[in-house]
């Protein structure tokens, strides 16, 4: 079984900065893409930020910027760094990883549980 546990998140006020920080650990024999999407009340959750194990990323527009993906394979840990936080960036944080468990498995989805993140105007 595989875990992503996240940590960082937090209160903040507008213009501030966080680190989202997310590990995963279990049975992995390889991870391909890991990424950052949020959840806002009353809205679908949506794409911030994702990162391939090569280093290739990709960022919504709303977010370009002002925040930086990253990843260090040896811990198979995934970061954000969100700078200029506003207020339309709160919502809940939810980490992503597509990994194989074993040689000539299949590609799974994993999700984390959640960080909250709500930044004051």
């Known amino acids: 079984q595989v875990q992503l546990v996240e940590s960082g998140g937090g209160l903040v006020q507008a213009g501030g900065s966080l680190r989202l920080s997310c590990a995963a650990s279990g049975s992995i024999f390889s991870i391909n893409t890991m990424g950052w999407y949020r959840q806002a009340p009353g809205k679908q959750r949506e794409l911030v930020a994702i990162i391939t194990n090569g280093g290739s990323t990709n960022y919504a527009d709303t977010v370009k910027g002002r925040f930086t993906i990253s990843r260090d394979n040896a811990k198979n840990t995934v970061y954000l760094q969100m700078n200029s936080l506003k207020p339309e960036d709160t919502a809940v944080y939810y980490c992503?990883?597509?990994?194989?468990?074993?040689?000539?498995?299949?590609?799974?989805?994993?999700w984390g549980q959640g960080t909250q993140v709500t930044v004051s105007s």
């Open positions: 992503n990883a597509d990994l194989w468990e074993a040689l000539g498995h299949p590609k799974i989805g994993y």
